[in-house]
């Protein structure tokens, strides 16, 4: 099969080109530095043409409001270039539990960018991942300090960048969910306890404090970034930092 990955050439993106060539399929990356801009449309008839699935895993630059005008415009050109091309299943990257957190302007971005795949005119499928590991580090520095580390106690249940593009290229292969599959990583953590522990790995003395306002993660309310019935992913968070 031929797929063209759309934000082939980040994270998540770049892995799931090189597992569906080593799989035997003709992965094609494409981004801004292949010519290829969601937003203009610059390129993107090129690259979808004579593909059977679209990956989009493009991203806003931004997680603030207009991230929804980030995937309305670029959903609207995607779809609107793989219809003209004729594919026949566009996959996107969604998150779990992103329609429970409305008070993120990002996470309603993404219930967009998802609504907009299934109101639209090609067989589809939605891959929700809960967050990522590699994003561990980034999460901490938004209320660090020298000395401390600010964390609600928020339910995470992370999962590996690889586990992530694992499941993406195996439902791009396969046929159109129609709807929705929720990966996640095998063990559910409290968000400070996580930052301990990561710390603690790295040889980092500053002392995580449990704050229930700090961060992004604040206003989730509950365990809904969680799911214990979501397809479990292989590798657990001790084993990813070593």
Known sequence: MKFAVI??????????VRTLNA??????PHSQSTGV???SGRGLDEAVAGADVV????????????????????????LAAARKSGVGHVVILSIVGADQVPELDYYRAKVLQEDILAAGPIPYSIVRATQFMDFVDAVLSWTADSETVRLPATPIQPIASKDVADAVAQVAAGAP???????AGPEIFPLDELGRITLSRKGDNRTVVTDPTAGMFAVVKGDVLTDTDAHLAPTRYADWLS
């Open 7 to 16: 934000g082939g050439t980040g994270l998540i993106g770049s892995q799931v």
């Open 23 to 28: 799989a035997g399929h003709e992965a094609v």
């Open 37 to 39: 801009d969601v937003i």
């Open 55 to 78: 990956v989009n895993l493009t991203n806003s630059p931004t997680f603030d409001e207009a991230s929804l005008a980030f995937f309305q415009t670029s959903m609207d050109n995607l």
């Open 177 to 183: 969910l129609g709807g929705i599959r929720n990966i």
